[in-house]
T-cell receptor, first 112, second 116 residues
């Protein structure tokens, strides 16, 4: 069975700081990788996804993620965070024939 | 495209009553729909997988008699929480898969259930 881990439970940054949220998964087959964001009181929104091709994926709102197959990782990055990025971030892994699995989430708090 | 709606967006009910939550794919046909549960400040946990015209597949630990799922058409799945109790209070989220070969699920906005 697949599992997804996220390195940090809660990250606190000041505005303009750089962000990297770690995500690792355990599954040896072909995977599709996703990052979702959930702003306070709102529903899940897709930030970016990786299916195949260029392992560096660019998403919305200045986010990007890099798929490193050898490390089973799909870390999310943003060069300069804003207060409005305060939210919960979920990494998720899906593969054909397997259920979608979410990581436990990382809460990001950006201080103005 | 690929919009999923849920109704209601929030519901408050008394303990012992049943609550039905609808999940609709608005602009595509969904052969498979998923129901998730999210407790406050926690991740989404898959409850069940619903395939149109067949019985739902429940995850381990999820009571099928308590959480009734019906996927009656290619655009509608319903989750009924029967004899709800305060511990069933949670955020319920559905997602839909457009068809075989698709790898991306599209999520609904969620339904917040509060059982008094």
């Amino acid at each position: 069975a697949q599992s997804v881990s996220q390195h940090n439970h809660h990250v606190i940054l000041s505005e303009a700081a750089s962000l990297e949220l770690g995500c690792n998964y355990s599954y040896g087959g072909t995977v599709n990788l996703f990052w979702y964001v959930q702003y306070p009181g709102q529903h899940l929104q897709l930030l970016l996804k990786y299916f195949s091709g260029d392992p560096l994926v660019k998403g919305i709102k200045g986010f990007e993620a890099e798929f490193i197959k050898s490390k089973f990782s799909f870390n999310l990055r943003k060069p300069s965070v804003q207060w409005s990025d305060t939210a919960e971030y979920f990494c998720a892994v899906g593969s054909y024939g397997q259920n979608f699995v979410f990581g436990p989430g990382t809460r990001l708090s950006v201080l103005p | 495209g690929a919009v999923v709606s849920q109704h209601p967006s929030w519901v408050i009910c008394k303990s012992g009553t049943s609550v039905k939550i609808e999940c609709r794919s608005l602009d595509f046909q969904a052969t498979t729909m998923f129901w998730y549960r999210q407790f406050p400040k926690q991740s989404l946990m898959l409850m069940a997988t619903s395939n149109e015209g067949s019985k739902a597949t429940y995850e381990q630990g999820v009571e099928k008699d308590k959480f009734l799922i019906n996927h009656a058409s290619l655009t509608l799945s319903t989750l009924t929480v029967t004899s709800a109790h305060p511990e069933d209070s949670s955020f319920y989220i559905c997602s839909a898969l457009p068809g075989t070969g698709w790898h991306e699920q599209f999520f609904g906005p969620g339904t917040r259930l509060t059982v008094l």
